[in-house]
């Protein structure tokens, strides 16, 4: 049976049990959490929910998030294993009473940001993208051994720090060359309650040879000013290891549950029990910013687990100084997306940088000026026998009088190709499908598109042999200014 398993929205799987034959399975049996059941294959036993001794069912209150195989010699599939998670909701229970009248807390997450020195900055102003995307791998090479650390030996690779002059703590795992951190600052909360207070949760990536940064994290508005910043900053390290490993292919709200889970191991039930609350607005937590920064440094190449052919990362970067610009729509060309999920997001304004977020002591060779922020979109093709991988997105700007229509193909035989385009107007009437399929297709690293406020610009390093099988599409909407003293 090669019907795949759909669930309706209230939907979870509880339980399955795998039937084999000859070393091979030859059927599936699903439950869920309604008492129904889902057959593949040749199945046989009680139907009735938890009353067949041979298969394995959830504890109470979690559910199965993914199914895994292990294949025998012949490659044929004679194992299945599931994961399976506490379901966010049942979280809530555990959170601490709270007055009438007490803000709601709120998680929320800035996407990816990378920060700029004056050289860096003016080298972006030029469009010398060459030279950007050098400092990048360069920087990713610098990296790479500390992912590696914390993939392989999770919170034994980071180090506890506490700064001499306020006693400050955060962690970091760093060499030589590059330095990773989980640092949480706090502020007072905007509610005018002593009860409250704001926690700005900063995940950094910095390359001391190249002088450059990725950072992203998030901003928890409204929790109990009792919380220890350290111990988010703690559970934050645990999460970390699992985000390298495997969070490309997290969806939200399962990341909001890894997230309230190692906040309890970290020592902070009460702060685990806030997280449903705190993600309820989106539905989860989103991770895009903080996978942007590890894929962009290289981390990729770590997912060894998930064999498709081809990766298809497109970052949009806003240099625009007086607006934002959202992601509005995409379309699809034998494309996966890792998570399964695509969400509307919108990538705030090009600005001076903002120390906050810089750990005590973190002293960079050279000032870092401005921050860009960019939207990470990662792609693997679908279909993987000889095809590869495209994709269109459309984008707008915040009042919706432009946007910009972007498109990269990965081909099997021959050499990739982009596209770019400005729209002037309303960009939600774009017909993307057809700017995709008819519109001019470049085989080209760079190209421009014009427009009368902005200098639109696109780049990617290679169009074919990557080593890796990884392809990027460089997007700026707008460049900074050139640096002046």
């Not at 007490?102 to 030279?131: E, H, R």
């Amino acid at each position: 049976d090669s019907t795949g398993l759909k669930l309706n929205k209230d939907q979870y799987v509880v339980g399955f049990r795998a039937y084999s034959n000859n070393n091979i399975i030859e059927g599936v049996r699903v439950w869920t959490n309604d008492g129904n059941h889902k057959d593949f294959g040749k199945v046989q036993g009680p139907t009735e929910y938890g009353k067949d001794p041979e298969a394995f069912f959830v504890p109470e209150h979690h559910e199965v998030v993914n199914f895994f195989g292990h294949m025998n010699d012949d490659e044929h599939i004679h194992g299945l294993g599931a994961s399976y998670t506490r379901r966010l909701a049942s979280l809530a229970a555990r959170a601490p009473a709270s007055g009438s009248n007490a803000p709601a807390p709120k998680l929320n997450a800035f996407l990816s940001q990378t920060y700029l020195d004056a050289s860096t900055q003016q080298q972006w102003a030029n469009n010398n993208m060459g030279a950007i995307v050098s400092k990048r791998d360069q920087a990713g090479k610098d990296l790479a051994p500390l992912y590696e650390n914390i993939n392989k030996n999770g919170d034994k690779a980071w180090t506890r720090v506490r700064d001499p002059k306020n006693g400050q703590e955060y962690y970091t795992c760093y060499n030589n060359n590059a330095i990773v951190w989980s640092y949480v600052t706090e502020k007072p909360s905007t509610m005018n309650s002593d009860d409250v207070k704001t926690s700005i949760i900063s995940i950094g990536s910095f390359s001391k040879t190249q002088n450059f940064m990725g950072l992203s994290g998030y901003i928890w508005d409204n929790i109990p000013a009792t919380s220890v910043a350290a111990v988010i900053g703690l559970a934050v390290t645990f999460l970390i290891q699992p985000l390298i490993a495997q969070g490309i292919a997290w969806g939200i709200a399962f990341a909001a549950t890894q997230f309230a889970t190692y906040l309890a191991a970290a020592g902070a039930p009460s702060l685990a029990a806030l997280v449903p609350a705190s993600v309820a607005t989106g539905g989860g937590l989103i991770i895009a910013g903080v996978i942007g920064i590890f894929v962009a440094f290289g981390v990729l190449a770590l997912f060894g687990w998930l064999w498709k052919k081809f990766w298809l990362i497109i970052n949009v970067y806003n240099f625009d100084g007086n607006n934002e610009w959202r992601s509005i729509d995409r379309y699809n060309d034998n494309g996966n997306i890792p998570n399964g999920e695509w969400l509307p997001k919108t990538i705030p304004t090009f600005k001076p940088a903002n120390s906050i977020v810089f750990p005590p002591g973190f002293d960079p060779q050279e000032p870092l000026e401005s921050v860009v922020t960019y939207l990470s979109m990662t792609w693997e093709n679908d279909s993987t026998f000889m095809q590869g991988v495209g994709q269109g997105v459309l984008m707008g700007r915040q009042d919706n009088r432009a946007g910009v229509a972007l498109k990269y193909v990965i081909h099997y035989w021959t050499d990739n190709e982009i596209g770019l385009k400005y729209i002037d107007g309303n960009p939600t009437s774009f017909n993307l499908k057809d700017f995709y399929n008819n519109g001019t297709w470049l085989k080209a690293y760079s190209t421009q598109a014009s427009s009368p406020d902005l200098m639109i610009t696109g780049h990617t390093p290679k169009l074919g042999g990557s080593s890796d099988n990884d392809y990027y599409y460089d997007v700026c909407i707008g460049l900074p200014p050139r640096v002046t003293r």
